[in-house]
């Protein structure tokens, strides 16, 4: 009788500990949910509003459902405002611009503040991450007054650096092709990298000769898009030098010539661009696309981040590299790229959405229409063409239109963004 008295009691206490546990994950759940109707209510709001008409919406304040679905007002607000594709590409431009070169000084200082030791790397390492207590808008004054009058060996600085970054983009998206194509092709056919790069070459070279070279025939004053792609072109012919390089066996005369081929060729490029890019950036620059993106080349966040990240790699796959006879930049995009991915997505979610959405540094920064970013041309189209809000249906289509982008970013992305903000920060 006590021993059934005694299981009763452990029946009864594991039976009200489950239902405790059901009643607290209940409760979790209907938390969450109605956090994230709290949360998600704005842009339902916006949304159901966009698809109203104007007189819907002053009968009807509270109505989350329209009546009937107004898809036209998104084309009518396209073209009430012709600049909206100019806002658009304006805002893409800024963001990407300052995307590619934030990553591209965020990985390069974070792996060498991680993998490469250096007199007086914590110091600097400090030095960075103490920019990160400073109210970015203290700066903008101060930016506006250098980009107003740039001088030439500023500009000249930018350039180079600019161009360093150009030449590293290039090279990263080979360094994707060739994987891409090695794989299909079989990692035993080496001779696959010449080939493509062959055709490659032989195609952007067509492509100059008919557009960038008759430009280039008509005077020292000519086209930027023919001055970069002839530096582009510059720059895929070295690659494939040194690409036909590899495929023979190591020896020295092959290192002294691969070292004069990267010397020369390298040497030449950065002095044309210090040459002539100055000219094209222009000594003013105010209310152009190098004034809204240079002044945010640089991220102190996405050094810490990718710093964090990079801190908790297995240092045996870099060792196993360099004695491989791997440099940084292979081990760099061969090996920690792949294995940041989660960091990567993150950043790029993460500067995206900042800089699509900035509004204080393009307003000081732009006068001119062409040059608006969406968020602007959000609020001049709210002024001049919503009548103050009184055509709210076509303000709220814009508005959803100008969101659209983000979310769709954020959910092809989404899976790596929160990976990524879970293991950010483990190790220091």
Known sequence: MATETAVSAVRYKKGLGNVKHTAARALMHLVLI?????????????????????????????TLIPSVLQWSNYVEFWHAEPLFPRYFLNSAIMAFGVLILQL???????????????????????????TLMIPVVITYIPSYIILSSMPMWLRVCWSILLGIAGMATIWIVLRFLDTIFSGLAGRERP???VLW?????????????????????AGAEAPVFAQLSTLALAFLVYDLGITVAEQFPPSTWQAVGKALWRWAWLLGILAYI??????????????????????????????????????????ELLDAAKID??????????IVMPLSKPLLVTFVIFDLVQYYSSYFWPLLITNSPTMRVLTIGLQIFFI???????RWHLIMAANTAAVAPLLILFFLGQRWFVEGV?????KG
């Open 274 to 315: 210090a040459y002539r890019v100055p000219h094209w950036l222009g000594e003013n620059w105010l209310d152009t696309y190098q004034g809204l993106i240079i002044p945010s080349a640089v991220s102190s966040f996405g050094i810490f981040l990718f710093r964090q990240g990079f801190m908790g790699l297995p240092k």
């Open 197 to 217: 790069r062959v055709v490659l070459v032989i195609g952007v070279g067509a492509v100059w000769a008919v557009r960038a070279l008759p430009a280039l025939r």
């Open 104 to 130: 591209i000084v965020a990985m390069l200082a974070a792996y060498a503040f991680t993998f490469v030791n250096f007199p007086g790397r914590n110091a600097l390492f400090f030095v960075a991450i103490s």
């Open 384 to 390: 001049e063409k919503g009548y103050y809000g009184i």
């Open 34 to 62: 109605v956090s994230s109707l709290l949360v998600a209510f704005p842009f339902i709001w916006m949304l159901t509003r966009s698809l109203m008409t104007a007189e819907e919406l002053k009968r009807s304040r509270f």
């Open 191 to 193: 001779w696959v990298s």
């Open 325 to 334: 006879g791997a440099d940084h930049l292979r081990i760099l995009t061969q």
């Open 422 to 426: 879970a293991t950010t920060g483990l």
